[in-house]
Nanobody, 125 residues
Framework: VQLQASGGGLAQAGESLRLSCKAS????????MGWFRQAPGKERDFLAL????????VIENSVKGRLTISRDNAKNMGSLQMISLQPYDTAVYYC???????????????????WGQGTLVTVSS
């Protein structure tokens, strides 16, 4: 599976941003799509995941209320929208997919099999 993330860029504090992740290849094997972010000098942190078939979601508590995750199966596209962006949201944002149900709700990076290249989001005050 190949993943292409897009939608990053520069935002002002308080603005919103929508990230997209286009999947190609063995898309019929996708079980979950997850989103992570990694700020400079920090670990890669889980944000949210969506079950590809059913649309069930898990959202990390610290971003709950500011984040919406969705997917469009027909387009093999996942999306992540964040509102009320703040400078501490500055990071490289990654999408990833898992292909099996061994770990049904993976919230760690090692629970995913394929990763996109990341898209940089920079939020200025």
């Amino acid at each position: 599976v190949q993943l292409q993330a897009s939608g990053g860029g520069l935002a002002q504090a308080g603005e919103s941003l929508r990230l997209s992740c286009k999947a190609s290849g063995r898309t019929s094997s996708i079980y979950n799509m997850g989103w992570f972010r990694q700020a400079p000098g920090k670990e890669r942190d889980f944000l949210a995941l969506i079950r590809w078939s059913s649309g069930e979601i898990v959202i990390e508590n610290s971003v709950k209320g500011r984040l919406t995750i969705s997917r469009d199966n027909a387009k093999n596209m996942g999306s992540l929208q964040m509102i009320s962006l703040q400078p501490y949201d500055t990071a490289v944002y990654y999408c990833a997919v898992s292909l099996n149900s061994t770990r049904p709700w993976p919230q760690a990076a090692d629970g995913y099999d394929y990763w996109g290249q990341g898209t940089l989001v920079t939020v200025s005050s």
